[in-house]
C-alpha cells in the first residue's frame, strides 16, 4: 500500500515494514535515508534539496532511518537520540533555508519496537507556489524529482513551473466565477429561497486543482456535524454527485443554507437572506451576524478538511450577492446616512490560510475580508478586530 494513501497521522512501524517487505523501490514519490542528515554545509543542503524536489514535483514522503540498496528498501536502521530535537533541527531548516516557505509540509518521529530507536518520516505535498528554491549556505538552486531521484532543474522546465504557479490563483479566480455563476443562474447544489441577498463562502484548497484528490465521501459523511450550514441549526446531509452536502429548508422545501464539500476538497457554503427587510425605508446587512455566520463554521470546516487529508495553503473567498443598494449595519448607527453599496455582487479579496491552526489565526489570516466589507459603508477597517487581528466582538 503506498504511504499516500495512509491518513498521515496512521503511518506506523508496521506500514514501514511493509514498504520495506514489498521493496517499494525510491523514486518520484519516496525517497529512503539510512542516517540523519549531519550538520555540515554539505549534508544540509542535501536534505534542503530532497525536501524541495518533492514540493517542486508531484510530492511524496522521505524517511529517515531506513536503509536501501540500488534503490530498493532492504531494513529499518532506527535512528537513535531525541526525536523531538531532530524534528525541531529539520523545521528550522526548512524554515530558513528554502525559499519561498512550503505550506503544508508533515513531520513526525515513528517509534519502532525491538531495538528501540525512530524513523523520521516527512510528507511534502506538491507545492501550489513553485519554484521552492534552496538558498541555505550561499546556495541558490533549484531541483526537480523524477524516477531517478532530485535532479537540477533546466531553464526550460523553470519556465513551466513559473509559468503554472502564476496560473494557480487564476485557477482558484475562475472556480469562484463559474460558481457563483451557476448560483446566480439558479444552479446552486439545491433551489434556493429568492430573498435579501446571498453570503457565498469557498474554501478551495490549491490541492483541489490537481489529479487524484478526491476526497473519502463516507468520511465526509461521519464529520457532518463540522459540515453543517451557516446560520441554521438543523440540517439534512447527503452523499451527491459532487460529493457530499448538508442542507438547512425553509418554505416550499427551499433550501435557506448548505454546505457542499466537493469531491476535491473544495467547500462551498452559501445561505440567503443575508439583508434584514427594510427598516426606514433602508435595506441593512448586519455586521455582528455576517461576522457569526462565517466565524461559528470557519474553524469548523478547516477541521473537517485537516480530518479530510486535504492538504493545505486554502484560499477563503467570501462573495456578497443581491446586495446593490444594501447598507452596512454598525451600532451605534452614525448619524451620517452611511452609502449604499453600488453594485449587485461583492467579492470580497481572498485570504490564504497557510497552515491548518487556531481559531484565532484564522481570524487573523481573513481580517481583510471584513475590512473590506467594512470599507463599503465608509470605514477604513473592521471595528470588529482589535489591533493583533483577533476578532474581539467588543462595543465601540
Known sequence: MSLSSISFDNISEAHLSEQVSAGVPEGVLVDYKRDMYGRADADVK???????????????????GID??????????????DPDQDLQRLESLVRDGLEPRISGLRMKAISISGGGGYVLLLRIPKSWNPPHRVSA?????????NSAGAYEFSVEELRVLFTSSATALDRVRLFRAQRLAKIDAGEAIAPLVKNNGRLV????????FGIENNIDLAKANTLQELLKPMGTMGYSPRINFDGFSTLSHGANNKCVSYTQVFRTGAIEAVK???TGDPTDGAVWIPTLAFDRWIFQQLPNYFAA??????PPPIVLMVTLQGVRGARLGVEPRPIDDPPQIDRDVLELPEAVIEQYGAEESYQRASRPVFDALWNTGGYSRSKHFDQTGKWTLSKY
Open 68 to 81: 536501501e540498496v540500488g534503490g530498493v528498501p532492504s531494513a529499518i536502521s532506527a535512528l537513535s537520540g
Open 137 to 145: 549556505r550561499n546556495t541558490n538552486r533549484i531541483y526537480g524529482r
Open 272 to 274: 440567503v437572506r443575508v
Open 201 to 208: 463562502l469557498h474554501l478551495l484548497p490549491a490541492s483541489s
Open 305 to 310: 478538511l485537516q480530518q479530510l487529508e486535504v
Open 46 to 64: 542535501e536534505f534542503l534539496k530532497d525536501v524541495s524536489s518533492f514540493a517542486n514535483s508531484s510530492g511524496g514522503h522521505l524517511a529517515i
